[in-house]
């Protein structure tokens, strides 16, 4: 499906969708313990890939018509053998946290997906499982699904390489709290994107999970993280409930910031452990008046003109999509750094936004772990450009085309579902002509 996007102003008040991360988490967590309901999940297809995976584990997850609550009643910490293969679809997150859960069964479990999740790195969670005592392979020897993993797993020290995916922490210590003897995560390397793990240390939290980070050499380093074994998952009164996402925020947010008229309110923007609440800082710092009610859970942001910014997103990748397309509006130039774990995602976002960008008129120079938008050698113009099935790219080069000169054609504008179900409706609601097309 296509989506057509026109030059607009945008203006008024909308809502940022729950977190995705949290809601993935949040889901599992229930399944993990006897349940809990879920309030203000994100229904979402990645979401439902995680609900599926709970049930082929033995619970259930019933979602409310109006999207406003998920009853999950779980398997208590004892996940039986699958029925059938977990299909994972599109959601690398599933996958991950699935697989370590995967290492509880006393049985075998194949997980499997999408082409391009089936592309994507998970050699590192393989290892892991196999050092706490699961049996975990690639049917193709690659590191990638289809994976099949044999338990159960008892636990242990398990050493990772930090630099490729925080799901993997995140993925090992929730399961590991299920496990006879705990686990301990050793980091190989440097963390990247480490709020992440704060999100599950704080959703851990919430269910009554105990977790931490273990000290490295220096008072700031971190050298792992440890959580105890034989654990329960209670979920406090039997309800979670989920906050805003900034990632999805950050479209809107760019919207505002380069085609406000004068400005666009954000709401949803309820503090949390999320990195990517960066994005105010980010989009402040190019020079659009920002100002965020915390007690309201409200941001709001006027146009203004940009100026080029360094913004360094190991610890936010997926910012990366929307800080380009701001980039290319920006006077100077927007270098966005230590970026090559972003290349590992739905699809390669470095390459992606270079050469989607370059075809609307953006100057960009592309580099193995950066990606540098020259904003003022360029002129935006309306173009035919891919989504690449992926939808952070879809929806940044929205962004990028409220001012383009001339109308865009973005290609596979349907992928939004993934994290953003009501992304275009948004869009119009607050008075842009961006429109998807059968």
């Known amino acids: 499906m296509d989506a057509h996007v026109s030059p607009s102003s945008v203006s008024g008040t909308a809502r940022a969708p729950p977190s995705k991360s949290y809601t993935h988490r949040a889901i599992l967590a229930a399944g993990l313990g006897d349940g809990a309901t879920v309030r203000d999940p994100l229904v979402s297809a990645d979401t439902r890939a995680t609900a599926r995976a709970v049930e082929a584990f033995g619970g259930t997850v019933a979602f409310a018509d109006d999207g406003s609550a998920a009853r ?38 194949v997980l499997t997906g999408d082409s391009s999740l089936r592309s994507r790195p998970q050699g590192p969670l393989l290892d892991a499982l196999t050092q706490l005592g699961a049996g975990a392979r690639s049917t193709r020897s690659n590191g990638q699904a289809p994976l099949v993993v044999d338990g159960p797993m008892t636990g242990g020290t398990a050493s990772i390489p930090g630099d490729v995916s925080s799901q993997f922490v995140t993925a090992l210590l929730m399961a590991g709290a299920l496990t006879d003897d705990g686990v301990d995560v050793a980091l190989e390397t440097d963390l990247k994107s480490a709020p992440y793990v704060d999100i599950t240390l704080d959703v851990l939290d919430a269910f009554g999970v105990a977790a931490e980070p273990t000290a490295g050499e220096t008072a700031e380093a971190v050298a792992g993280y440890r959580v105890d074994g034989r654990q329960s998952y209670a979920a406090a009164g039997g309800e979670y409930r989920v906050p805003g996402d900034f990632s999805s925020m950050s479209y809107l947010l760019a919207a505002g910031a380069v085609a406000g008229d004068p400005e666009v309110v954000v709401d949803g923007a309820v503090p949390s452990a999320q990195g990517d609440a960066a994005i105010l800082d980010v989009v402040e710092r190019m020079g659009a008046p920002v100002d965020w009610d915390r007690d309201a859970g409200a941001v709001t942001v006027e146009r203004a003109a940009l100026s080029g910014v360094t913004v360094d997103v190991g610890d936010t990748p997926d910012l990366l999509p929307t800080i380009a397309a701001l980039g290319a509006v920006a006077d100077g130039d927007t270098r966005i750094e230590n970026a090559e774990h972003v290349r590992y995602k739905e699809t390669d976002r470095v390459t992606a936004m270079a050469e989607e960008l370059a075809k609307m008129g953006a100057s960009v120079t592309e580099e193995r772990d950066a990606l540098t938008v020259h904003g003022s050698e360029t002129t935006l113009e309306g173009a035919t450009v891919d989504g690449r099935a992926d939808h952070r790219i879809v929806m940044s080069l929205a962004v990028a085309a409220l001012v383009a000169d001339g109308d865009t054609t973005i290609q596979g504008c349907e992928h939004v579902d993934v994290s953003f179900p009501g992304f275009f409706d948004a869009l119009a609601d607050l008075g842009a002509h961006a429109h998807p097309m059968d």
């Open 72 to 109: 999950v009643d779980g398997f208590a910490g004892e996940p039986v053998t699958p029925d059938d293969v977990v299909d994972c679809a599109n959601s690398g997150t599933t996958m991950r946290l699935v697989t370590a859960v995967a290492g509880l069964v006393d049985g075998t479990t």
